[in-house]
């Protein structure tokens, strides 16, 4: 088995949910001696060292952030990666790491080939499958990954100890690690986690839109509570991450607006027994997805 490696110092760019909870299992395990959190909002850095998400902070990328680090961890929305790498790249030492945790990975990998080019094959897209709709260094917590999933996008110039070290340590925090093509990825995601998020802000605003859309709300229960819950997410990630992976949202935005269009056919013909198998389908496909996991 491969060898866990212990970091000196991994740099957090944005401290929240995603980070800090993966920084809190490193420290917890010793696999990491300093975790320097760089983040914009003071308040937010006074937090994380609070509850030691971090060990130091600051509130801009410089020398004395990123210097000493063996591994540069942004996890920031994924629009503002090439802004960030274009900071790090007289930064960075020729050992660092530097990876990623957004969910579209052909624009991280766009944004290290253009800003890191020199620095390229020590940059490992990845994307941890897990979250809420809570941010900030308060919502960091152990145990988030626990069988996890961890998607890794190698590229055609990857440094294989790069990417092995990415691996081992998300395995070490309880990650199940997978392999695949950023265009593969980020098609799957585009299907089972952006196209739903679209989905909910868009039910919502046809909600609040309505003229009586205020008296639905005051009768609204569980099923608008499970149904919504994502459009508590904070607009501006879901902004970034609908816009870099748009081709593969607009095709399925297209097809659901040909499912919709399929079950106003099935209401305005009254057809009871298609519209009854269309449900079964349904729920037989949900069904067997939940029994996987």
């Given at each position: ?32 001696e ?23 902070a ?12 063996d ?15 274009r ?6 030492s020729?050992?660092?790491?530097v ?65 092995e ?15 695949m ?38 009768f609204a ?7 919504t ?65």
């Amino acid at each position: 088995m491969t060898q866990t490696p212990a970091l000196k110092q991994i740099t957090l760019i944005g401290v929240g949910l995603i980070g800090g909870s993966f920084v809190l299992d490193l420290k917890r395990q010793g696999l990491v001696e300093k975790v320097v959190g760089i983040d914009l909002d003071a308040d937010n850095l006074a937090r994380a060292l609070e509850r030691k998400v971090i060990d130091e902070a600051f509130e801009e990328i410089n020398a004395q952030s990123v210097g000493g680090a063996d591994w540069v961890l942004i996890a920031t929305p994924v629009a503002t990666l090439p802004h960030i790498c274009r900071q790090l790249a007289p930064l960075l030492s020729v050992h660092t790491i530097v990876s990623d945790v957004g969910s579209t990975k052909q624009s991280a990998l766009t944004a290290f080939a253009e800003h890191l080019g020199a620095h390229l094959p020590r940059c490992v897209a990845a994307h941890p499958i897990a979250g809420s709709d809570r941010h900030g260094a308060l919502a960091a917590q152990f145990g988030l990954y626990q069988d996890k999933k961890l998607i890794i996008c190698p590229h055609a110039q990857q440094d294989a100890g790069a990417l092995e070290t990415v691996e081992t340590l998300w395995q070490a925090v309880g990650a199940h690690t997978y392999r695949m093509s950023a265009a593969t990825h980020d098609a799957i995601f585009a299907a089972v986690s952006h196209m739903p998020h679209m989905l909910a802000y868009a039910y919502v605003h046809q909600i609040a839109e309505h003229p009586d859309g205020q008296t639905y709300l005051d009768f609204a229960a569980s099923g608008f509570r499970d149904f919504t819950r994502i459009a508590s997410s904070h607009p501006a990630i879901w902004t970034d991450i609908c816009m870099a992976n748009k081709d593969s949202l607009l095709d399925l935005l297209a097809g659901q607006q040909q499912a919709l269009a399929y079950l106003q056919n099935l209401l305005q013909s009254n057809d009871a027994d298609a519209l009854y198998r269309y449900f079964e389908e349904a729920q037989h496909t949900r069904d067997d997805w939940q029994a996987r996991q």
